[in-house]
């Protein structure tokens, strides 16, 4: 099993400018998130979803979007990209049922974005 | 509100000086409290959960302990491969969302040969 997969692994994008970030896991999780990682604030929920076709807002969605159009993919799309933006962009995805017992959320490796 | 403080910020030992990262937590109810590991430029990695009050856990060098307001991670005669930042993280019983979890800022650990 890959996991949890992550492209691209870096990007830098012009204010203004749009794209995706794409997260893939192999495992059949149901449940899957968007997280933001800045110095010094921890990891900040963007978005979740809790299953094929739903998505929520986290601590801190705006300027993001989100779709879950397969179970196995989740989608983060900034259509306007700040320099605001500018951070590590982590995936994690978990069984409703805890795969092991204990819940534990499964990340992906990141995306590191850079908006000038 | 939901919070999750953690410290120190950053901790330097010498190889074999056992120390312990602390994570104070204040939550409507814990469903669960997280550790994990993360190394330079990758994604957190899963060390432990721990439930309810005075739970502890083990994994070679390292065990965590739960309080009802904090949780320590213990790390016994650390070698250089443990360096990396400690995360910890607590899932509200109470929440709106699915699983949901509130991250600390972490504890940087080097530990010098």
Same mark, same amino acid.
């Given at each position: 099993?890959?996991?949890?997969? #992550? $492209?691209?692994?870096?990007?830098?994008?012009? $204010?203004? #400018?749009? !794209?995706?970030?794409? /997260?893939?896991?192999? !495992?059949?999780?149901?449940? !899957?998130?968007?997280?933001? #990682?800045?110095?010094? !604030? @921890?990891?900040?929920?963007?978005?979740?979803?809790?299953?094929? +076709? $739903?998505?929520?807002?986290?601590?801190?969605?705006? +300027?993001?979007?989100?779709?879950?159009?397969?179970?196995?993919?989740?989608?983060? @799309?900034?259509?306007?990209?700040?320099?605001?933006?500018?951070? &590590?962009?982590? /995936?994690?995805?978990?069984?409703?049922? +805890?795969?092991?017992?204990?819940?534990?959320?499964?990340? @992906?490796? @990141?995306?590191?974005?850079? &908006?000038? | *509100?939901?919070?999750?403080?953690?410290?120190?910020?950053?901790?330097?030992?010498?190889?074999?000086?056992?120390?312990?990262l602390n994570c104070s937590y204040t939550v409507s109810g814990l469903r669960g409290l997280f550790?994990?590991?993360?190394?330079? %430029?990758?994604?957190?990695? =899963?060390? =432990?959960?721990?439930?309810?009050?005075? *739970?502890?856990? *083990?994994?070679e060098r390292l065990k965590a302990t739960l309080t009802k307001k904090e949780s320590f991670l213990?790390?016994?005669?650390?070698?250089?491969?443990d360096s990396a930042t400690y995360l910890c993280a607590v899932e509200p019983r109470f929440q709106? %969302?699915?699983?949901?979890? =509130?991250?600390?800022?972490?504890?940087?650990?080097?530990?010098?040969?």
């Amino acid at each position: 099993n890959a996991g949890v997969t #992550q $492209t691209p692994k870096f990007r830098v994008l012009k $204010t203004g #400018q749009s !794209m995706t970030l794409l /997260c893939a896991q192999d !495992m059949n999780h149901e449940y !899957m998130y968007w997280y933001r #990682q800045d110095p010094g !604030m @921890g990891l900040r929920l963007i978005h979740y979803s809790v299953g094929e +076709g $739903t998505t929520a807002k986290g601590e801190v969605p705006d +300027g993001y979007n989100v779709s879950r159009l397969k179970k196995q993919n989740f989608l983060l @799309g900034l259509e306007s990209a700040a320099p605001s933006q500018t951070s &590590v962009y982590f /995936c994690a995805s978990i069984s409703r049922q +805890g795969s092991s017992g204990y819940n534990e959320q499964f990340f @992906g490796p @990141g995306t590191r974005l850079t &908006v000038l | *509100e939901d919070q999750v403080t953690q410290s120190p910020e950053a901790l330097r030992l010498q190889e074999g000086e056992s120390s312990s990262l602390n994570c104070s937590y204040t939550v409507s109810g814990l469903r669960g409290l997280f550790w994990y590991r993360q190394d330079p %430029g990758k994604g957190p990695e =899963f060390l =432990f959960t721990l439930y309810s009050a005075g *739970e502890e856990k *083990e994994k070679e060098r390292l065990k965590a302990t739960l309080t009802k307001k904090e949780s320590f991670l213990h790390i016994t005669a650390p070698k250089p491969e443990d360096s990396a930042t400690y995360l910890c993280a607590v899932e509200p019983r109470f929440q709106t %969302g699915a699983n949901n979890l =509130f991250f600390g800022t972490g504890t940087r650990l080097t530990v010098i040969p």
